[in-house]
């Protein structure tokens, strides 16, 4: 079977650090267990895409301009290449799902930030071309049981159509490995699922930073949202192979995951395998994922994650090494191998 992987970027949206880690991993583990699945990875012209090098490239020029204005079931921007290459059925994410028009569409839904705030607003969710083409679906996936409801209350989307395919962990996270930077340092990540949050979140860590001097690693890709600078003690980094994230997990003071709407805890999973202590807001697919383990603020009252902060640097060596273990032993029945074969499985089915 021939799948495309839609990465394709439009003025409004183009896919992010956290969807491309999932996908990456997923293509990663079916090479890994000689599945015979064909991927194809559909991106733009001008966009990177060095890591993809290990499976067909498909590559259009540009971003198409007007982005809404000419959306149309009788043809879309990539059905020429979809149709070119024999792509029997392409996974994409909701935000550039009605690209796809030639063959069967499967939304990929990793976070939910985009329903609340961004391009998915009230007006894309009536228009008729792009409910028929996600109701004629034969497949949604989805990161969490959370995510799924969430289909099913948002889009009316059957039950029986959406499954879940929870993100898995890598082993190379826990192993021992040298830190990029020195400690103390906070890290946090830059995705669409924290990006509207980030500001705001920065400040309060701020204040902690003055009285409790650290330096602040914000991870990720440049995304078109976030300022020129984040201050002088921000250091930044756009890529980061996963013994490097296991060295700046295992020895930062905390892991802080702003995501109010992130329906998969990839990231917060990848941190307790590397053996820190999380700070996120509570969230439904946060507990699914994390359950009591993660430090939780109140998304309502962010100058709470001060309080959360200074708790952390309190703990006793004896308190953080067992909340260490726990967190471990929580996502050690999460592997990418069993993603990969929950993905490969409900593709087979359509």
């Not at 090479?31 to 060095?50: A, P, R, S």
């Not at 961004?118 to 409910?131: H, Y």
């Not at 709407?261 to 439904?284: F, K, N, Y």
């Not at 708790?311 to 032993?329: A, D, F, H, Q, T």
């Amino acid at each position: 079977m021939k799948v495309g992987i839609n990465l394709f970027a439009s003025d409004d949206f183009e896919p992010d650090d956290l969807i491309c880690r999932f996908l990456y991993k997923c293509l990663s583990y079916s090479t890994k267990l000689q599945e015979t699945t064909e991927f194809f990875i559909l991106i733009n012209q001008d966009m990177g895409y060095e890591q993809w090098a290990g499976w067909p490239v498909i590559k259009d020029v540009n971003k198409p301009e007007g982005f809404f204005s000419s959306i149309t079931l009788r043809g879309s921007v990539l059905d020429p290449l979809i149709k070119k290459f024999k792509i029997e059925a392409v996974i994409t994410p909701l935000e550039t799902a009605h690209f796809i028009t030639s063959v069967p569409c499967i939304p990929l839904i990793i976070h939910a930030e985009n329903w609340y705030r961004g391009i998915l607003k009230e007006d894309f969710f009536r228009k008729r071309d792009i409910k028929r083409i996600f109701y004629e679906s034969p497949l949604w996936l989805t990161a969490s049981e959370y995510t799924r409801r969430c289909c099913l209350d948002v889009w009316k989307i059957p039950l029986n159509k959406i499954v879940t395919i929870p993100a898995g962990v890598e082993p190379i996270l826990s192993q021992p490995s040298s830190p990029l930077i020195a400690p103390p340092y906070l890290v946090s990540v830059i995705d669409d699922a924290t990006i509207n949050h980030l500001s705001e979140i920065l400040e309060v860590i701020q204040y902690f930073c003055k009285e409790k001097p650290h330096t602040i690693v914000l991870l990720g890709k440049k995304h078109f949202k976030e300022p020129s600078s984040w201050g002088d003690n921000v250091f930044r980094i756009e890529e980061c192979p996963d013994r490097t994230l296991a060295g700046l997990f295992q020895n930062t003071t905390a892991f802080i995951y702003p995501a109010i709407h992130d329906g998969s805890a990839l990231r917060p999973i990848e941190a307790m395998q590397a053996g820190t202590c999380v700070v996120t807001p509570m969230t439904p697919a946060m507990e699914e994922r994390c359950g009591e383990l993660p430090f939780y603020y109140h998304s309502e009252n962010i100058s709470s994650i001060n309080t959360v902060l200074h708790r952390i640097v309190n703990l006793s060596p004896e308190e953080r090494k067992e909340r260490i273990r726990l967190g471990r032993l929580r996502v050690v029945e999460y592997t990418w191998e069993q993603t990969t074969w929950k993905l490969i499985t409900a593709l087979k089915r359509i």
